[in-house]
């Protein structure tokens, strides 16, 4: 082997190392946030987890929900149940999500802690949050808000095995960075051809939003329903828009599928379209996920909603 290619080959090693120890300690690369199979709501963030993802904190309890251990000094609770809106995935800081905040400004306006609860996971939808509830209970909640989007009309559950298998739930940490950075972000965006089994993970975006094809309606929103009723307290809908919503000002079908539902059976719903999101509180180059200020915007119009049902008489 020739001197110019042995010196090229370590220059290449060296750069490889250096790609390696920068997306480690620059952007959290081998430190993911895990996930844990559930036989009742398919899956969630694994129990007990502190990572630093993208330079942001990601934290989950012992019963994975991204909130602060429970306490039984818990007196006030409040239940935030949704998909990656409510979560914020690795690309949310845990001071910055709506539940933070909320459990931070609830807790200051009423003078006693109270919890917000945040029970979500990505791609999850009404009745992984219904299934979550009937495993592990409500916790004394006092009001339950369900945080849903149009797509989630017909995003059903389906049991397949997911975890582990697909890059984006991963079970475990990769050994090397650059493995990491090909397998979850290069491929899939470059070269993977997504199998019909990963349709509910990844849906197709079309002109009219995310279309999930379920069959029939999402049992969830009902499950919820009745589950609130049984345990006599409030339940409400909160609807957050796609882009392409806030662009033409108005839900598309599936969302008024969701709509309708409430309509016809006294479920209060809030529209988010009526207090005027704005494109900037969108990540960039997404057409649903919220960014800081968003985050901030959804803990501002559930603000009002939840004191209003903690100052109501019990």
Known sequence: MSRIIKRLLVALL?????????????????NAPLYVAHPQYEYI????QEVKRFGNHIRTNSLSMRSKELSSADSVVVLLIGDSVVNGGSLTDQDSLASTLLESRLSGALEQPVRVLNISAGSWGPDNGAAYLQAHGLFGARVMCLVASSHDAHDRMTHEKIVGVDPNLPDRQYRLALLELWDRYLYPLYFRDFSVSEAKYFAPVS??????????FNPGFMELKEIAKREGIPFFIYLHPEISEVEAGAYNEQGH????????????????????????????????????????????NLYPLFLEYLKAPM
Do not use: M, T
């Open 14 to 30: 060296l750069i490889a190392a250096g790609i390696e120890l920068v997306l480690r300690y620059a952007f959290g690369f081998c």
């Open 45 to 48: 963030y694994a129990p007990n």
């Open 207 to 216: 002109e009219g939003g995310i279309r999930k094809d379920g069959d029939g």
């Open 257 to 300: 599928e969701i709509i309708r539902f409430a309509d016809d059976h006294g479920v209060r719903l809030v529209a988010e379209l009526e207090h005027g999101p704005r494109l900037s509180n969108y990540r960039s180059g997404d057409v649903i996920h919220y960014n800081s200020r968003g985050q901030a915007f959804l803990a501002r």
